[in-house]
């Protein structure tokens, strides 16, 4: 089986500071694993995915992930935030067996930047 | 290009009824998958169907059921309506069952009185 676990629900930090947002997951196969950004009443939105080649991810908006095998970490990090980070953030897991793709969502992490 | 389209955008039901949900894929994928968002969590699978045939089903009981038609767009249908059935139900497109990105559309909001 697989998991993810989120470890904050909720970060706040000052508009300019460092994101640090992170994830923990377990899967007895090579994951897939992603991290998508929800803004209030909108849809989800793929920031970046690791599957199996670079182990430092970059996505979109500046955020950038590092896959730790080691740890079974997934963190999710961006030099400096801007209000409009402002957002839930979900890790997900992906396992293709079985012929199909199913995502593995973590409880999410909410990001409030402060002015 | 348009992206994924879901209707309706919101929807209240009382409880005992059914519901159907309708997703339409991005043009050229062949896979769409249903997941379910309560307030507060992570979305949980519930279907993955591909070329018009169930290739996996989460944790959901018999109630939820969905079909895919053969221009790839898909329904939910939920039958006789529980309050825990209040969330926002995601369709999710890609490009077949394996791909490994799949495209969320802005969901259906369901309000179970």
């Known amino acids: 089986a697989q998991s993810v676990t989120q470890l904050d629900s909720h970060v706040s930090v000052s508009e300019g500071t460092p994101v640090l947002l992170r994830c923990n997951y377990s899967s007895s196969y090579s994951p897939s694993l992603f991290w998508y950004v929800q803004h209030p009443n909108k849809g989800l939105q793929l920031l970046l995915k690791?599957?199996?080649?670079?182990?430092l991810v970059k996505g979109i908006n500046g955020f950038e992930a590092e896959f730790k095998k080691s740890e079974t970490s997934f963190h999710l990090t961006k030099p400096s935030a801007h209000m409009s980070d402002a957002a839930e953030y979900f890790c997900?897991?992906?396992?293709?067996?079985?012929?199909?793709?199913?995502?593995?969502f973590g409880s999410g992490t909410r990001l409030q930047v402060q002015p | 290009d348009a992206g994924v389209t879901q209707s309706p955008t919101h929807l209240i039901k009382t409880r005992g009824q059914h519901v159907t949900l309708r997703c339409s894929p991005i043009?050229?994928?062949?896979?769409v998958s249903w997941y379910q968002q309560v307030l507060g969590q992570g979305p949980q699978f519930i279907f993955q169907?591909?070329?018009?045939?169930?290739?996996g089903r989460g944790n959901f009981p018999d109630r939820f059921s969905a079909r895919q038609f053969p221009n790839y767009s898909s329904e939910l249908n939920v039958n006789a309506l529980l309050l825990g059935d209040s969330a926002l139900y995601l369709c999710?497109?890609?490009?077949?069952?394996?791909?490994?990105?799949?495209?969320f559309g802005p969901g259906t909001r369901l309000t179970v009185l």
């Open positions: 043009s050229g994928h062949k896979s």
């Open positions: 999710a497109s890609s490009f077949d069952s394996l791909a490994d990105t799949q495209y």
């Open positions: 690791y599957t199996s080649a670079a182990t």
């Open positions: 169907y591909y070329e018009k045939e169930e290739r």
């Open positions: 997900v897991v992906s396992d293709p067996r079985g012929g199909r793709r199913a995502l593995t």
